[in-house]
């Protein structure tokens, strides 16, 4: 229900920007520049997207042609309203939104056309060390979870499963607490388990307060777990922006296959100028030891077939969409040649 919900409200709003005026609109290079300029709405701003911050710092978009501004929406039904309104031209997030909202009836639907990450970036974090984990040990305990309904929990509650553990009755997830909030909480006493990002993770540690015991990526396997998606109607009317977007960021993608984590932290710092760089070199290296980057942008079928059985074992996908209709590979394959 939740989630028909967040469809129908998807949908008014891009019939509203229809009636106002914010349709699909060719791009101009009025920047003072000369350069293209691009909107991106980011669902969350972490060293987890590492190869895309590389792309900025490294100065890729502007190489490409692109005067790139980045807004962070802080949720994906955030980012997926940016997008659908023409508040951004190109949104990051969980590719479960698209699926989403093609399901809500969106005629201009969000088509993802890059895949970025390929593990899910959370940790579950304990307040003691356990050497040896197994997942049976949350029976029975109080976790600090996420939103119903976005990747984060949904993965959380698929590794439950395949420990044969039932997440409505054999734990206590709370899911009340505002996303980036569950390590604050977790600090002041809440719950006895709690599932993290980073750096909230790693500061946990660093403060005494948690143990990272588990990487979600690691024991959910290869996850299509965020994605580029834009508007239908702009890929069709900007393809060259949409081209030009995907090859600066297969230039990052190459820089963090190719580079230290030391190196890679370094090139990534200004965007992340509260954490010292020592954290983010640790970040980095426990990111790149669960494989959590790929090699290319190509969001390839099975991938997607395997979120659609995530979204389906979760009870939060109605019927299942067609893989033709919201991936467009096109960009990232060119992208990587």
């Not at 920007?17 to 669902?43: A, Y």
């Not at 990052?252 to 370094?266: C, L, N």
Request: proline content about 3%.
């Amino acid at each position: 229900m939740k989630k028909k919900l967040l469809s129908l409200f998807l949908t008014t709003l891009c019939v509203v920007s229809v009636l106002t005026g914010c349709g699909t609109k060719e791009k101009e290079s009025s920047s003072s520049s000369g350069n293209t300029p691009v909107t991106l709405n980011e669902v969350a701003h972490s060293i987890f997207y590492a190869p895309m911050y590389v792309a900025i710092e490294e100065g890729y978009f502007k190489d490409e042609g692109i005067d790139l501004t980045l807004v962070t929406g802080f949720g994906a039904d955030k980012t997926m309203t940016a997008l659908l309104t023409d508040e951004a031209d190109i949104g990051f997030m969980g590719s479960e939104s698209t699926i989403y909202t093609y399901i809500g009836g969106s005629s201009d639907y969000a088509v993802n056309f890059a895949q970025l990450t390929q593990r899910a970036g959370n940790f579950l974090v304990a307040r003691e060390p356990i050497d040896s984990f197994e997942w049976s040990m949350l029976i029975g305990k109080d976790v600090l979870g996420g939103r119903a309904g976005g990747m984060p929990e949904m993965v959380f509650e698929y590794i439950l499963k395949k420990n044969n553990i039932d997440p409505a009755n054999d734990l206590a997830i709370d899911q009340s607490i505002d996303f980036g909030s569950t390590a604050a909480a977790f600090s002041g006493g809440q719950g006895e388990f709690t599932v993290e990002f980073e750096p909230h993770a790693t500061s946990l540690e660093a403060k005494g307060d948690g143990y990272v015991v588990a990487s979600l990526g690691e024991d959910s396997g290869y996850v299509p777990y965020t994605a580029f998606s834009a508007k239908k109607s702009y890929i069709e009317a900007n393809p060259e922006i949409i081209q030009s977007f995907t090859n600066a960021l297969q230039k990052g993608m190459e820089y963090v296959q190719t580079h230290s984590a030391k190196e890679i932290a370094t090139v990534i710092q200004p965007q992340f100028e509260e954490t010292d760089l020592d954290t983010i070199t640790t970040i980095v290296e426990r990111y790149a030891a669960q494989d959590t980057w790929k090699s290319d942008l190509v969001f390839e079928e099975k991938s997607f077939t395997l979120l659609q059985n995530i979204l389906e074992e979760a009870g939060e996908l109605e019927k299942r969409v067609p893989y033709e209709d919201l991936v467009d590979t096109s960009f990232a394959t060119k992208a990587a040649e």
